[in-house]
């Protein structure tokens, strides 16, 4: 009796390995399909970043995969879309593109975003890392008596502006360009507040007339202009940036015989780089979730300290400090530099009516 519950067992066995050979090179036969088990399909995250996080997100998305991240068995994958602050959100109004998550450089896309579509705004963003607007000088014979930049650019423009080659990126492509615009806006009326009524100032149009024809260029992202500047001397004498790529165009500056110089103003702005996941329809709970979890890894004291020490960044957890004696980080190699880790005061980003006033003034001043 065992020999022949054996035997069945065998041929049951048997059977069952043909009819699975069967099933995988011809398909299902009657009614009867065998199901084999397929994995489930991954979740994906749609993350929009701005262009001066590129260098650190691919590397920290590398990372995060490396963990193997799964939420309820399903592997989580990050799928990066890199354009300028101001183009990502052109991207969702004008073009129907549909991120998991947003990371321009600044509150002001955020804001600009709420004001055309408050729903996809619903839960608070979260900050990734801090960066202060700065400008960076060359040492040359047209610099020459220029202790701070940012003394240039008063209500009346000095006769010694003429001599120098000034780049600012556009403030209706970039988020640095637009900074640089409010703070100069901001100097122009000695005030830390802007109305719309200065923003419209006709004094303030004929003064950013005079600028234009003072700049070289107002090209499209920061992140050229800081890597002309570097690459290519001679072309910018100074530059308004953002700290963080200040301090890689140091190392970008090393054995090209370039003298270069970070220089705060008096009242700067600083991008807080939010992490806004939107409440959206095409983002689901599972996608919100994962979109959390990659969150949480890039706010991690690792991910923080790789990001401070290797591009520049102010940390936004309050874990991770700057120590300006540690040599393997961008703040501690370069510390001679000018660097000033204590900002004085910071002016209030303005709300988006008075931006747009802004942009629209510089656009008729310039031509841009």
Known sequence: ????????AGIYVLATICLAVITVIFGPIGWAPLLLPTAAPPIRVEF???????????????????????INGRAVEVRLRVAGSRDLITAIERDGYQPTVISPASALQLAELQQW?????????????????VALMREASSTNGIT???QLWQRQLPAQIKNVKIGISSPVKSNGGLQSLILLAAQYHQTSSLTIEQARDPGLHDWLRQLNTRATGWPDSTGTLTTDFIIRPGMYDIITTYENLALQAFRQAEGRMLRVRVYYPATTTVSDHPYAILTAPWVGN????????????????TEQAIAMREYGFRPANPQVTIDLNDSTSLFGRYRDYG??????????????????ALITTWQSATGR
């Open 117 to 133: 579509r408050a729903d996809l705004l619903r839960d608070p963003a979260q900050s990734l890392a801090f960066t202060p607007l």
């Open 48 to 70: 929009a970043v701005s262009s001066e996080k590129e260098a650190w997100l691919r590397g920290a998305i590398e990372r995060f995969a490396r963990t193997n991240p799964t």
């Open 339 to 356: 660097l000033q880790l204590d900002l004085a005061s910071q002016l209030a980003l303005p709300p988006p009516d008075v931006v747009a």
């Open 1 to 8: 009796m065992l020999r022949i519950s054996r035997t069945i």
């Open 148 to 150: 701070n930049p940012w």
């Open 286 to 301: 599972t996608e919100r979730e994962a979109a959390r979890l990659l969150r949480d890894f890039l706010l991690s004291p």
